[in-house]
Nanobody, 122 residues
Framework: QVELVESGGGLVQAGGSLRLSCAAS????????MNWHRQAPGKQRELVAS???????DYGDSVKGRFTISRDNAKNTMYLEMTYLKVEDTAVYYC????????????????WGQGTQVTVSS
């Protein structure tokens, strides 16, 4: 089973920057598409950004031009560079990955991280 661990969240003032990381671990696996989601209190979880194994990216309208998603396939790690942060970016950020794992059989699955809190103060 592939596991994801996020890091890099914290408290930052509006206009500041943060970099989130999401590291995948497991036995024999490859990661396909990876995504960052976020969920603010009282709101539904929303997709923030996506990146394919080939590096193609997509962003939610609310973060375009401010956030940058990237990945290092050799390290099985994904990043989210967040700049010009706004109070409304405050949320728990989750990474998610679609993967293929080779054990006794081939397993295609989806993993989620535990989430990391990002708080932007005014």
């Amino acid at each position: 089973q592939v596991e994801l661990v996020e890091s890099g969240g914290g408290l930052v003032q509006a206009g500041g920057s943060l970099r989130l990381s999401c590291a995948a671990s497991g036995r024999r696996f490859t990661i396909n598409t990876m995504n960052w989601h976020r969920q603010a209190p009282g709101k539904q979880r929303e997709l923030v950004a996506s990146i394919t194994s080939g590096g193609s990216t997509d962003y939610g309208d609310s973060v375009k031009g401010r956030f940058t998603i990237s990945r290092d396939n050799a390290k099985n790690t994904m990043y989210l560079e967040m700049t010009y942060l706004k109070v409304e970016d405050t949320a728990v950020y989750y990474c998610e990955a679609d993967y293929t794992e080779w054990t006794d059989t081939i397993v295609v699955g989806r993993a989620w991280g535990q989430g990391t809190q990002v708080t932007v103060s005014s």
